[in-house]
């Protein structure tokens, strides 16, 4: 029997904080003989300690880490994106042979992503990004996994991930994305959903408590109840627990006690930069992100609140109000995931990514933060007719959308009557409105652009490029 120092691991883990350490754990759990490394040796400690029944260890010391590997090695990094990434991986490289495996596990930009694996290509280092969803609960128990990049080195992750991960009907809850970064820009993109999401929960929150003034009790039992309905999510169901959470001596609810500025980690902006870079559309994104921002800006908020207070309840029956709301949701809802899909499909044509979007739709059903109902209907969509344009084309969906728009229309001109602001439900109901526009009032835009700078246009009765001496002489 070898001992201890001879032993070698299928995998290693590099960062054993929250989420490496649980997702070591997980694989430790499915029977894999896993090793993880970190500076501190506190976390080290903390590895041993919860994993003292499985087959898993860990060190301090990154050489004693790496050579206690089974060859090929197999190593994920689960570190903060950026800067750090790169250090990690130019600390292994001496220690590393070719055929050799990295996966950067963290939310990295796709464009590093992309960098890096050339370079590592370069140095025949096997190397893939793979994004992954679900928080501590998902990384300890089965996440949602995205990974992309080098296909072969996928093969060899590849029972691992399915062992590790949620599981839907069975089925996994991971799957190839695609070449490159594919696999952290669908979770750049899986994430820009879930601000848009927060962002919908939280102004349906506001029209609750300030329009309605409801109780917070209330307030929770309608969150649960469209959990319990079409609205069915991971993030509802958080949302309605929050309300019932209330710390020892506290006479409220904890959340009461929240200061109100959200913080971020940057994938939000990711994915609106990347939808401008694409020319695609991703409005709901586009305004949580906003919303966030105007969140930190807590003192010029109060002092502008101080000049302007105006809002006040909205003067229609509540009953029909938190039904018309519910359906604005649902409306809401589906065009923010329409937006991402979207998004999603024009990365894949431009950059060679050959996305499955049913697939995405189908990993997305459990484990991960944006886990919902409807995207059953995603995933059979897609199923279904593998180029559709837009999500809104679809029979079913399209069915569901305009049984719920006047919904939103109504929700929208109660909460500006009442002086309360829906910038996701107000965005998402402007892009539908343009969207369906078979004839925009671009037309004047081109004029405006030709008359002071001669950009030219085009005519919708003859071919051609045309340019206009607008300005008559007086």
């Keep these: 029997m070898k001992n201890s120092e001879d032993k070698k691991y299928a995998l290693g883990m590099i960062g054993l904080g929250t989420m490496g350490r649980n997702l070591l754990l997980n694989m430790a759990d499915k029977g894999f003989n896993v090793t993880g490394y970190d500076k501190s040796e506190e976390q080290v400690a903390l590895l041993k300690k919860e994993g003292l029944k499985t087959d898993t260890t860990g060190t301090a010391n ?13 190593i994920m990094m689960l570190v903060p994106a950026g800067k750090i990434v790169d250090a990690v991986i130019q600390e292994l490289l001496p220690l590393l042979d070719e055929g050799d495996l990295i996966v950067d596990g963290g939310n990295s930009h796709y464009t590093d992503t992309d960098k890096r694996f050339l370079e590592l290509q370069k140095k025949k280092i096997h190397f893939f990004g793979m994004g992954i969803s679900g ?6 128990f089965g996440p949602s996994m995205m990974p992309g990049g080098d296909k072969k080195a996928y093969k060899v992750m590849k029972p691992i991930l399915e062992a590790v991960s949620a599981k839907v009907d069975g089925e996994p809850c991971v799957t190839y994305i695609g070449p490159g970064a594919s696999g952290h820009f669908v979770k750049m993109v899986h994430n820009g959903i879930e601000y848009a999401l927060m962002q919908m929960i939280a102004e349906a929150y506001e029209l609750m408590k300030v329009g309605l003034a409801m109780p917070d009790k209330e307030i929770g039992a309608e969150f649960k ?5 079409k609205l069915q999510s991971y993030l509802l169901e958080i949302t309605s627990e929050i309300f019932n959470i209330k710390e020892d001596g506290d006479k409220d609810i904890l959340l009461n006690y929240i200061k109100d500025e959200a913080k971020a980690k940057g994938t939000g902006k990711w994915t609106s930069q990347a939808s401008m870079d694409l020319q695609s559309v991703t409005t709901c994104i586009d305004a949580a992100v906003a919303m966030r921002d105007l969140s930190k800006q807590k003192d010029l908020r109060l002092a ?4 302007y207070k105006d809002a006040t309840k909205i003067d229609i029956d509540k009953r029909e109000v938190l039904k018309d709301l519910e359906d604005a949701a649902s409306f809401t809802m589906k065009v923010i995931y329409t937006q991402g899909m ?4 024009k990365a894949s044509q431009e950059m060679g990514y050959d996305l499955n979007l049913a697939d995405c739709a189908k990993i997305w059903r459990g484990g991960c933060i944006i886990r919902a109902a409807f995207l059953e209907e995603i995933y059979e969509a897609y199923q279904n007719n593998a180029d559709l344009e837009n999500l809104l084309l679809d029979k079913k ?6 049984s719920t728009v006047n919904a939103a229309r109504s929700i929208i001109i109660a909460a500006v009557k009442a002086g309360i602001g829906t910038t996701v439900f107000s965005s998402a109901l402007s892009y539908f409105d343009n969207l369906k526009t078979g004839r ?3 037309n004047l835009i081109q004029a405006q652009r030709d008359y002071f700078g001669a950009h030219t246009y085009e005519r919708i009765d003859k071919e051609g490029i045309f340019h206009t001496q607008w300005q008559t002489e007086s």
């Design 304 to 307: 502008v609140d101080a000049v």
């Design 397 to 402: 969906v399209s069915n569901q959308i305009k």
């Design 440 to 442: 925009m009032p671009s």
């Design 225 to 229: 109840k469209w959990n319990n309905g």
């Design 62 to 74: 990154i050489k004693e880490f790496v050579n206690s590997l089974k060859t090929p090695r197999t």
């Design 342 to 345: 979207e998004l999603m499909q």
């Design 135 to 140: 928080g501590e609960k998902g990384a300890r």
